[in-house]
């Protein structure tokens, strides 16, 4: 983003102090990520947004799936209306008389659930091959950056439908989809800066030490590619969720018993066209809310992790 | 030159060739065929006679010889749905979502490319500020759910537009087009501008990036400097100079276009093969799904083989370098 160009960092008068003599470079990257207000506030956001998913259980006002408290007499209600039991429902009620507010809650954790597990595999597997094509070049370097052109000239989402009409629904299977559509996003990425990386003082230095191939490439090699690889992680993380909630909405992504925010949009589309658009709407707000902090967090991220930007 | 195309061309066979292993594989042995095929009452004798006149009984070379020999005669197996041959089906449902891509890739064009050069021209003023921020929200924006949006603003709230299927069509060519009569038109402005969206954000970036770099260049003072009116320096000599990455990067998403028509056909229920291919999934008719995942594979190598062509025409480093590797 245009606005995340740093200007010199001055230390303000109270911060010297309190940081102490040495600045470490945990703080340097704290105060440069700090510089841009939005950033900061999105990155607010998101650790809230983590943090309502992982505990879930303990902060939604009911359980919208525990068939006993559900009651279908309380379906299709408005935004603010009471239910008998005494409880508001704030965003309204689904189809079957859940509460949005916990569905939304549940949602979220099987979304954030999926996009984060496919993006971690995503990056291990993408990550190794990168490394080994950057490390070994030659034939072998040749052999795979032809299989990842090849496979970046279809469309990540063109990939998982494939994949997902082959296999089928599930969590499983969709991770593993996603997983497939995305790792040569990491591999190109990783293989990109290991090249620039393997031709440095350090590495030779490491091999005329005689160390093995995987001590040079692990503690060696890797260490200085990840921050394009932090960047492009939460870029693509975000990207995944986006996936997920796509697949799902079309119904080829999670079955009806992992209710992620895409298949709570999808439920309500039958019900839009007759007006009643909260079912639909207020999962897409928290989906698309969770996308675009990622997405100004990793902006930010890039910036901050760029040496070229560096001052 | 030549040997360059040669070995695309022979690269393109052998992606679809693998393609259309993992789809055979894929198909066969993660689904039973049979199972679909047979009730359960069936009985033994009755399950062998299927599996018999499947083919089924044969080892899977066997078997994977015969789909790609009945593939290249054009002969994918009959929908279980439909009772048409696979390949009619989709055939027939492939100029809506042409026709749909294709306007979206005007209206990328038309939207973006003003507004992208506004925003190079004038990066300072507000209006550039709220078109980039604009841009962003395209880019983050999901497509299913900008569309079911539109659906309720203006089908729904404001009784504007219609919102499913293709209106009223012409025959054009011999092949039914919607946007030469006023009701087509009507059914084609959401879902084409739903699946625009993304694009317009991505030509708006581009182009701005472009304008910004070009407005510096010597040939453009020169040319205000010769007293050139502004109209005629900005449509003429800097709309020519950002053009080159805009058209190659759009030439480029046209594939991607028509994957995610896949989305925005459900969501309008245009009467595309995005939508038949998510209908037939549903519906578990194998012989359309492997069908369009052979018709699609086979799009996108075309595609990319023109580009790449294309590209070692415009860029000779492109080719030089692949042949020495």
């Known amino acids: ?311 | 030159m030549t040997v360059f195309i040669i070995r695309r061309l022979l690269q393109s066979i052998a992606v679809v060739l693998v393609m259309s292993f993992i789809v055979f594989v894929g198909v066969n042995i993660v689904g039973d065929p049979v199972e679909m095929m047979v009730s359960d009452e069936a009985d033994q004798a009755e399950r062998e006679k299927v599996i018999k006149s499947m083919g089924l009984d044969k080892p899977w070379y066997i078997q994977y010889a015969r789909f790609i020999g009945g593939a290249l005669q054009g002969d994918l197996g009959k929908s279980f749905v439909y009772g048409e041959p696979a390949l009619q089906i989709i055939a027939h449902r492939i100029p809506a979502t042409f026709e749909l891509a294709l306007a979206a890739l005007v209206m990328a064009v038309v939207v973006g490319i003003p507004l992208g050069v506004y925003a190079g021209l004038r990066p300072d003023t507000v209006g550039s500020k709220t078109i980039m921020a604009g841009s962003i929200l395209g880019f983050s924006l999901p497509t299913f759910w900008v569309g079911l949006m539109f659906i309720m603003v203006f089908a729904v709230i404001l009784g504007w537009l219609p919102s499913t299927g293709r209106g009223d069509t012409v025959e054009l060519l011999g092949i039914d087009v919607s946007f030469l009569t006023m009701d087509g038109l009507a059914h084609l402005f959401l879902p084409a501008f739903n699946l625009a969206l993304f694009k317009i954000s991505m030509v708006i970036r581009l182009t701005r990036a472009g304008t910004r770099e070009v407005v510096h260049q010597d040939y453009i003072k020169f040319a205000r400097a010769k007293g050139l009116s502004n109209r005629r320096v900005v449509l003429v000599h800097l709309m020519k100079n950002i053009m080159i990455p805009v058209v190659t990067v759009l030439g480029l998403e046209f594939g991607g276009l028509i994957a995610f028509s896949v989305v925005t056909e459900t969501v309008f229920a245009w009467p595309g093969m995005g939508k038949l291919i998510i209908d037939s999934i549903q519906s578990l008719d194998r012989p359309v799904i492997v069908a369009y995942l052979m018709i699609i594979v086979l799009i996108f190598v075309i595609i990319n083989l023109v580009v790449d062509i294309f590209y070692s025409l415009l860029d000779p480093r492109v080719r030089l370098s692949e042949i020495k590797s």
């Not at chain 1, 279809?154 to 499983?172: H, Q």
């Not at chain 1, 019900?271 to 709407?281: D, E, Q, R």
């Open chain 1, 1 to 311: 983003m245009s606005d995340a160009v740093t200007p010199p960092a001055t230390p303000t008068a109270d911060e010297a102090p309190i940081a102490g003599a040495v600045e470490t470079p945990f703080r340097r990257f704290c105060r440069d990520y700090m510089e841009s207000r939005i950033a900061t506030v999105a990155l607010a956001v998101l650790v809230a947004i983590i943090l309502i998913a992982l505990f879930a259980p303990w902060i939604s006002p009911t359980d919208p799936y525990d068939l006993a408290s559900v009651s279908i007499l309380d379906s299709k209600l408005k935004p603010g209306t009471q239910s008998m039991g005494g409880i508001t429902y704030w965003l309204g009620t689904d189809g079957a008389g859940r509460d949005l507010v916990s569905a939304i809650i549940y949602g979220l954790r099987i979304s954030l659930g999926v996009g984060v597990m496919s993006g971690v595999f995503a990056l291990c597997i993408g990550t190794a091959v990168g490394l080994t094509a950057a490390y070994f070049g030659g034939r072998i370097d040749a052999f795979i950056m032809r299989v990842v052109d090849i496979q970046l000239s279809f469309p990540a989402i063109l990939i998982a439908l494939i994949l997902l009409a082959i296999l089928g629904k599930g969590v499983d299977k969709i991770t593993i989809a996603l997983v497939i559509a995305q790792w040569a996003y990491y591999a190109r990425t990783v293989r990109g800066s290991a090249l620039v990386e393997r031709n440095k003082e350090y590495i030779e230095a490491a091999q005329c030490l005689a160390l093995g191939h995987n001590r040079v490439v692990f503690r060696h090699l890797f260490p200085n590619c990840l921050p394009p690889l932090i960047v492009v992680g939460t870029i693509q993380t975000a990207h995944a969720i986006s996936l997920e909630a796509t697949l799902s909405f079309l119904g080829v992504g999670l079955p009806i018993s992992e209710p992620s925010l895409g298949l709570l949009i999808s439920n309500g589309f039958d019900f839009m066209l007759s007006g009643l658009y909260w079912i639909s709407f207020f999962p897409g707000v928290a989906l698309l809310v969770t996308i675009v902090t990622i997405n100004l967090v990793g902006d930010q991220l890039r910036d901050v992790l760029n040496p070229r930007l560096q001052k």
